[in-house]
C-alpha cells in the first residue's frame, strides 16, 4: 500500500491525481496560528485540450510546468489544515492555450475544498452560531455566509418528493443587512438542505408551495 493512499484516507481525499512527495506534511505558522500544511501535485494525462477541443494524440498538449494553490481543507488534530497544491500547468500546441490541473476535490478558481464545505452545509442541522461555525472550520463568518448562498444557489425547491419531516431554523447572515436573518429547511432524517431563504418572513414562499402541490 502505497504513502498516497494512506494520505488520501486520512484526508479523505477521493481525487486519485493527487500525489504527495515523501515529506508530505510540515507545520507552519498561517495567520499567527500553528497551521498543518499538507504538500501534493496534481496532474494526470489530459484527454482533450478544453479550449479547442483537440484529442490528446501524438503530444499535442505537454506539461508547462506548475502553478502552486493554497487550499483551505478540512481540519486534522483541530489544527487549521492546508493543501499547498502545485497544479499542473498544460499546453496546446495547437491552438497555443494554456490550462490548468482539475480536480473535483475543488471548484475552479476556488481556494476552499469542496470537503469543507459540505461540512459547514452539514453542521447547519446543528444548534450553532455562524461565530461558532466560523471558528470551527477556521473560516472568517464572510466565508460561511458564502457558501451558504452558494449552496443555496444549487438547492432545488420542489416539494413533488418532499421529506415526510422537516426541521428548520434561523441564522444571521452578514449578506441579508434588511432582515438581520435568513431562513434553511432540510429532511430531518438525511440532513439534506432543501433550501435557504435570505429572510424569515417566509408565507409567501410556501403559499408558492401549496400552489404547486395542488
Same mark, same amino acid.
Given at each position: 500500500?502505497?504513502?498516497? =493512499?494512506? /494520505? *488520501?484516507?486520512?484526508?479523505?481525499? %477521493?481525487?486519485?491525481?493527487?500525489?504527495? $512527495?515523501?515529506?508530505?506534511? @510540515?507545520?507552519?505558522?498561517?495567520?499567527?496560528?500553528?497551521?498543518?500544511?499538507?504538500?501534493?501535485?496534481?496532474?494526470?494525462?489530459?484527454? +482533450?485540450?478544453?479550449?479547442?477541443?483537440?484529442?490528446?494524440?501524438?503530444?499535442?498538449?505537454? %506539461? #508547462?510546468?506548475?502553478?502552486?494553490?493554497?487550499?483551505?481543507?478540512?481540519?486534522?488534530?483541530?489544527?487549521?489544515? &492546508?493543501?499547498?497544491? #502545485?497544479?499542473?500547468?498544460?499546453?496546446? *500546441?495547437?491552438?497555443?492555450?494554456?490550462? !490548468? +490541473?482539475?480536480?473535483?476535490?475543488? $471548484?475552479?478558481?476556488?481556494?476552499?475544498?469542496?470537503?469543507?464545505?459540505?461540512?459547514?452545509?452539514?453542521?447547519?442541522?446543528?444548534?450553532?452560531?455562524? %461565530?461558532?461555525?466560523?471558528?470551527? =472550520?477556521?473560516?472568517?463568518? /464572510?466565508?460561511?455566509?458564502?457558501?451558504? #448562498?452558494? !449552496?443555496?444557489?444549487?438547492?432545488?425547491?420542489?416539494?413533488?418528493?418532499?421529506?415526510?419531516?422537516?426541521?428548520?431554523? @434561523?441564522?444571521?447572515?452578514?449578506?441579508?443587512?434588511?432582515? %438581520?436573518?435568513?431562513? /434553511?429547511?432540510? $429532511?430531518?432524517?438525511? =440532513?439534506?438542505?432543501?433550501?435557504?431563504?435570505?429572510?424569515?418572513?417566509?408565507?409567501? &414562499?410556501?403559499?408558492?408551495?401549496?400552489?404547486?402541490?395542488?
Amino acid at each position: 500500500m502505497s504513502h498516497n =493512499h494512506c /494520505i *488520501r484516507v486520512s484526508l479523505d481525499l %477521493k481525487g486519485e491525481n493527487i500525489y504527495f $512527495d515523501s515529506i508530505f506534511c @510540515e507545520e507552519e505558522i498561517t495567520k499567527g496560528v500553528k497551521s498543518k500544511i499538507y504538500k501534493g501535485r496534481l496532474t494526470y494525462k489530459p484527454l +482533450a485540450c478544453p479550449c479547442c477541443g483537440i484529442k490528446n494524440k501524438k503530444y499535442s498538449i505537454v %506539461k #508547462n510546468g506548475f502553478i502552486t494553490s493554497r487550499i483551505k481543507w478540512l481540519s486534522v488534530a483541530h489544527y487549521p489544515t &492546508y493543501l499547498l497544491l #502545485n497544479k499542473q500547468r498544460f499546453l496546446c *500546441r495547437l491552438c497555443h492555450s494554456s490550462f !490548468l +490541473a482539475e480536480s473535483l476535490e475543488i $471548484d475552479k478558481h476556488c481556494f476552499i475544498a469542496n470537503r469543507v464545505k459540505q461540512s459547514i452545509g452539514m453542521e447547519l442541522s446543528d444548534a450553532i452560531s455562524l %461565530k461558532d461555525l466560523s471558528k470551527r =472550520h477556521f473560516v472568517s463568518p /464572510i466565508t460561511i455566509n458564502r457558501v451558504l #448562498n452558494s !449552496l443555496g444557489k444549487k438547492l432545488s425547491n420542489s416539494f413533488t418528493d418532499s421529506p415526510q419531516s422537516l426541521c428548520f431554523d @434561523e441564522f444571521t447572515s452578514v449578506k441579508n443587512k434588511q432582515g %438581520k436573518y435568513s431562513f /434553511i429547511y432540510l $429532511d430531518s432524517v438525511s =440532513h439534506k438542505i432543501i433550501d435557504i431563504l435570505p429572510e424569515t418572513d417566509i408565507m409567501d &414562499y410556501l403559499l408558492s408551495l401549496n400552489q404547486e402541490l395542488t
